[in-house]
C-alpha cells in the first residue's frame, strides 16, 4: 500500500486579485452560511449605496489570506485523503487477521491430522506384526481343521458302510432262522404217524 510522504510538493498556484467582498461571499458559500451571506450582502449594498465604505474596504484582498484559504483546503482534503486511507487500512488489517486466523487454524488441523497419521501408520505395524506372528498357528489350526473333516468324513462313510453290512446280516439271520424254524416243522409231522403206527400193530 503506498503512504503518503510526509513532505508533499504541491504546485505553485498562481490567485488572481479577489476583492474583499467576493472574498467573504466564497468563504460563507463553501461553509453552507447561506442566511449569513444574505445578510451581509444586504447590509454591503445598503453601506455602498449610502457610500459609508471606503477604497480601503471594497479594495483587493490581500494575497496571503489567499494562500491561507488555499492551504485550508488542501488540509481539509489531505485530512479526507488520510481518514479514506485509514478505513481502508483498517479494513485490511481485519481482512489480514482472518486470514491469519484461518491460516493458523488450517495449520493446527493439518498438524493434527499428520499426527494421527502417523500413529494410525504405527498401529498398522504392530497390527501387522502381530498378525504375522500368529500366521504359522493359524496355518497350523486350519490344516488340522481340514483334516479333521477329512477323517469325519471317512468315519461317517464307514459308519454308513458298516451299518449297511449290520441291515445285511440281520436280514441274513432272519432268513435262516426262518429256513431253520420251517425245517423243524416239517420234520416234526411224520415222526408222530410212525410211533401211532407201531402202537395200533402192538396193540393188534
Known amino acids: ?10 504546485p505553485q ?29 444586504s447590509e454591503w449594498y445598503e453601506m455602498q449605496r449610502k457610500g459609508k465604505l471606503s477604497a480601503e474596504d471594497v479594495g483587493v484582498v490581500p494575497d496571503i489570506y489567499l494562500r ?15 481518514s479514506r ?5 483498517e479494513k485490511a488489517k481485519s481482512t489480514w487477521d482472518k486470514f491469519k486466523k484461518e491460516r493458523d487454524f488450517h495449520r493446527m488441523h493439518h498438524k493434527r491430522v499428520v499426527q494421527e497419521k502417523g500413529k494410525l ?23 488340522k481343521y481340514e483334516m479333521a473333516m ?9 459308519r454308513d458302510r458298516s451299518a449297511g453290512k449290520v441291515t445285511a446280516l440281520e436280514a441274513q439271520i432272519r432268513s435262516l432262522e426262518d429256513a431253520s ?11 408222530g404217524g410212525a410211533d401211532e403206527k407201531v402202537a395200533d400193530e402192538e396193540d393188534g
Do not use: W
Open 121 to 143: 501408520l504405527v498401529d498398522i505395524k504392530r497390527l501387522k506384526k502381530h498378525y504375522s506372528a500368529y500366521e504359522p498357528t493359524l496355518k497350523e489350526l486350519r490344516n
Open 181 to 191: 424254524h420251517a425245517a423243524m416243522m416239517g420234520t416234526s409231522a411224520p415222526k
Open 85 to 89: 486511507l485509514k478505513s481502508v487500512a
Open 13 to 41: 498556484r498562481t490567485f488572481s486579485p479577489c476583492v474583499v467582498d467576493d472574498f467573504i461571499r466564497n468563504f460563507l458559500k463553501k461553509r453552507g452560511m447561506q442566511d449569513t451571506l444574505d445578510r451581509f450582502n
Open 150 to 158: 477329512k477323517e469325519k468324513m471317512l468315519m461317517r462313510l464307514e
Open 68 to 82: 491561507n484559504q488555499d492551504l485550508d483546503e488542501q488540509v481539509k482534503m489531505l485530512r479526507g485523503e488520510v
Open 1 to 10: 500500500m503506498p503512504f503518503l510522504s510526509t513532505h508533499c510538493n504541491f
